[in-house]
C-alpha cells in the first residue's frame, strides 16, 4: 500500500518549535520532489515549502523563509519540516506530498491545481499561548 504519513504536529507556544516528519511507504522517495502544504480553518489549502528529489534545491512561501527549513533523508524515505518562531497564523493542518517530477514546481504552481501524486492525511499544528 502507497502511502504518507505525516507526524510531529502538536501544540506550541509562539515562538517556539516543531519538526513535523513525513515517511513514504510502499515506495521509495528517491524520485519525487516533495511539497509540505498547510490549511487553516476556512482557508484554502496553500504551499508552504519543496524539496527536489536530490535534495539540492528548495523553494519556501514568503510567509515561512527564514523561519521554515525543509530537508530529507532519502535512505529513511522520509522528509522533513523544522519550524522554528512559530506564530499563531501557522495554525494548520499540514499535508506533505510526493511529485513524480524530481524538480519542485513553482511556488505558485503549488498553489494552482496541479496536482501531485501522493498525499498524506496531514497533522495538526497549533500555535497559541
Not at 54 to 80: C, E, H, Q
Request: proline share 3%.
Amino acid at each position: 500500500q502507497l502511502q504518507l504519513v505525516e507526524s510531529g504536529g502538536g501544540l506550541v507556544q509562539p515562538g517556539g518549535s516543531l519538526r513535523l516528519s513525513c515517511v513514504a511507504s510502499g515506495f521509495t522517495l528517491d524520485y519525487y520532489a516533495m511539497g509540505w502544504f498547510r490549511q487553516a480553518p476556512g482557508e484554502e489549502r496553500e504551499g508552504v515549502s519543496c524539496i527536489s528529489a536530490s535534495g539540492s534545491s528548495t523553494i519556501y512561501a514568503d510567509s515561512v523563509k527564514g523561519r521554515f527549513t525543509i530537508s530529507r533523508d532519502n535512505a529513511k524515505n522520509t522528509v522533513y519540516l523544522q519550524m522554528n518562531s512559530l506564530k499563531p497564523e501557522d495554525t494548520a493542518i499540514y499535508y506533505c506530498a510526493a511529485d513524480k517530477s524530481p524538480r519542485c514546481v513553482a511556488m505558485a504552481t503549488m498553489n494552482s491545481k496541479y496536482e501531485y501524486d501522493y498525499w498524506g492525511q496531514g497533522t495538526q499544528v497549533t500555535v497559541s499561548s
